[in-house]
């Protein structure tokens, strides 16, 4: 009931005092006397505690919330007008590329756009938390910072005595990441559209790269039929139970890099495709020219082996299609081909100079592998693993890092090599390709030469020398 109910005035204002009605229900009226001065306080103190209370709390669950939908989307959604290549009207490619390729092009560009639906029809079904942080974070399996820290590992730790797996993967891995980077600048061809895509990714200069061929999925195809090839070989060495794990795991890395690409929205099922296929000839080319190479012109080549090697190298580069749009793959090129000539460089230093000086080559026969700390798993065996990688990783990291960083800027007067990748982070919309200087490409070149070569010659040497190998 209102307080003015019953107040009446008279015609100069002033207010009249009525009795108030017997049928008055007292019970509708506050009984102020009873409410004393303290309990009022009190009482309101207490609602004043719990505002505050569920404020924090509201709070705290809106900025957990925020957080959260931060990293469960963590995406870019791209506007495909604008950031994104491989999206220009056709006219726009069919005047800067040859008949040709124009037509591969367009012939291909139907299957990439026929897949919008069921992609969008993956990430609406299966998209969670869970599975946007798992494969957000697995996708750096295929990452630089990955190759490059755990590639030499393959060296530095052996897993046999008498066979040499690092030179497969990285032939494997350089020439996977050269060809799909090859067929992406040639054919052009665009990511899945975002939106309707959500692109879930750490990477974001990855986004701005083609989409088919994938080279995550050429790289998981390369390594794991490589890796079952060799488990086959050698079955009789497992116990079933090992057999199971060894290709339970084989079997989920390879799901988690190629589903992970389509669920997290970056590439399509053509681009999956393509990327196999790169990544099963790759590997046939390499297990076709294996032992001509490692066990025939390595061990008995003059110097003109790793000049040779460096030279191809550089045809391999300068002989590059370029894209029609920005795009970074061909700095991921440059990088592996120089890990290459590197590694030729570092194993042929090894065959040459032999027993005679280096204390870990114990015969002609594959001169360049580290021999095993110990034959059983102790103590002792396991304090030199670890001394190995502490001495390893931050050997790598001191060149890549330092040595590098402070040849690029005082020397070459460059703020980075990385010049693509910065310009494509930072256009507003989607610019010509600009071919890079020679010098950039032979100085990031000789940069990840320099890795392989730290990491197979310049590390085994320090080890040597604190007495690990």
């Not at 005595?161 to 990285?170: A, E, K, Q, T, W």
């Not at 020397?411 to 990748?421: A, D, G, N, V």
Request: glycine fraction near 4%; charge should be neutral; include cysteine.
């Amino acid at each position: 009931m209102h307080n003015d109910d019953h107040l009446e005035t008279d015609e100069n204002g002033l207010l009249l005092l009525k009795s108030i009605p017997e049928s008055y229900d007292f019970s509708e009226t506050i009984d102020i006397k009873t409410r004393s001065r303290n309990n009022t306080t009190s009482s309101q103190m207490n609602n004043t505690t719990r505002m505050r209370k569920r404020s924090r709390t509201d709070s705290v669950v809106s900025s957990i919330m925020d957080a959260v939908e931060q990293i469960k989307v963590n995406n870019e959604h791209t506007d495909m007008n604008t950031k994104d290549p491989g999206l220009k009207p056709d006219d726009f490619y069919k005047k800067r590329m040859s008949s040709l390729r124009y037509t591969l092009r367009t012939l291909l560009l139907s299957f990439v756009k026929n897949e919008t639906k069921p992609l969008v029809y993956i990430q609406e079904n299966f998209r969670n938390f869970v599975l946007d942080e798992y494969f957000i974070y697995s996708a750096n399996l295929g990452s630089h910072f990955f190759y490059v820290i755990c590639l030499p590992m393959t060296r530095w730790i052996p897993i046999s005595g008498n066979h040499d797996y690092s030179r497969d993967l990285i032939y494997l891995l350089a020439f996977s990441i050269y060809l799909s980077g090859l067929i992406k600048d040639y054919l052009c061809l665009p990511r899945p559209k975002a939106p309707p895509i959500i692109r879930i990714t750490h990477s974001e200069y990855t986004t701005k790269e083609y989409g088919a061929p994938s080279s995550h999925t050429a790289n998981a195809t390369a390594v794991t039929f490589y890796v079952l090839l060799q488990l086959c070989l050698s079955i009789k060495q497992f116990s079933i139970k090992q057999i199971i794990l060894f290709f339970g795991m084989i079997s989920m890395y390879y799901t988690t890099l190629t589903f992970g690409r389509l669920y997290s929205g970056m590439h399509g099922f053509f681009d999956l495709e393509s990327g196999a296929l790169i990544g099963l000839l790759t590997l046939a080319v390499r297990l076709v020219s294996k032992n001509y190479l490692d066990y025939y012109l390595l061990p008995k080549s003059s110097i003109l082996y790793p000049i040779g090697h460096v030279l191809f190298g550089y045809c391999l580069l300068f002989f590059h299609t370029h894209p029609v749009e920005m795009c970074p793959c061909y700095e991921d090129s440059v990088s592996f081909i120089g890990v290459v000539g590197g590694l030729e460089i570092s194993d042929w230093l090894c065959y040459k100079l032999g027993q005679n000086y280096l204390p870990w080559v114990k015969s002609e026969s594959l001169s360049y592998l580290l021999p095993l700390p110990l034959n059983e798993v102790t103590d002792s065996n396991t304090k030199v693993i670890l001394l190995r990688l502490l001495i390893g990783v931050s050997s790598v990291l001191l060149w890549k890092e330092v040595i590098t960083v402070f040849i690029t800027k005082k020397i070459f007067k460059l703020k980075t090599t990385s010049i693509l990748s910065n310009k494509t982070l930072k256009q507003e919309e989607i610019k010509e390709f600009e071919q890079l200087p020679i010098t950039v490409v032979l100085l990031r070149y000789w940069i990840y030469a320099g890795i392989a070569i730290v990491s197979c010659f310049v590390a085994p040497v320090i080890f040597s020398v604190f007495g690990l190998v």
